[in-house]
């Protein structure tokens, strides 16, 4: 199976330091890769809404935005939430994201965590701090959800990024962006 990068976008703003940052890393892809980036912002999930312990247990069918991430998501080899660092973790959106893997997990016929164990989750994310350790969170988010469903976590790249296109000064992080996907 040819390689295919699914980019979910999480911040609340276009082009966001996050954004810049995963777009430079992508860059260095071959150009076999196929590559896709939805605005988790243009595709709005509802709030999740645990409903494990009514009836059997099982979801209905996702429809709507859920059912396009949903589509999204096992069409692609490797994934990766392009979230800036809200409060420790990643953004309202990307958190809403992965809440809704809880729901695919139990929609019959689906089978969506067989399905999605072997993918490579990834995570690309702008901080306004100095100090990268605080994004530690965010990244154990991200490596603990992709061993729970089985897949490898390929890392996360992380730039310093303020005001809009401050990331484009961080001279490290655009080096590690060279390489980040290999």
Known sequence: MARSFLFLL???????????????????????????????????????????????????????AAALLLDATLDATDLVIVSPLYWYSVSADAKRYLDHWAAWM???????????????????????????????????????????????????LLGRGNRPKDVLGDEDALRRAKTFFH
């Not at 076999?32 to 709030?47: A, I, S, Y």
């Not at 306004?128 to 959800?145: C, I, K, N």
């Open 10 to 64: 999480a911040s609340s703003r276009t082009e966001s330091n996050s954004e810049l940052l995963a777009r430079r890393a992508a860059e260095q892809l071959p150009p076999d890769v196929r590559l896709r980036w939805l605005r988790l912002r243009d595709h709005p999930l509802p709030d999740f809404e645990d409903i494990r312990h009514e009836g059997d247990g099982t979801w209905p069918a996702p429809e709507g």
């Open 106 to 156: 139990r929609v019959p016929g689906v089978d969506f965590r067989q399905r999605m164990a072997g993918r490579t989750l990834w995570g690309v994310s702008a901080l306004a701090g100095t100090d990268l350790r605080d994004a530690e969170p965010l990244v154990g988010t991200l490596r603990r959800s992709a061993a729970y469903m089985g897949m490898p976590f390929g890392g996360a």
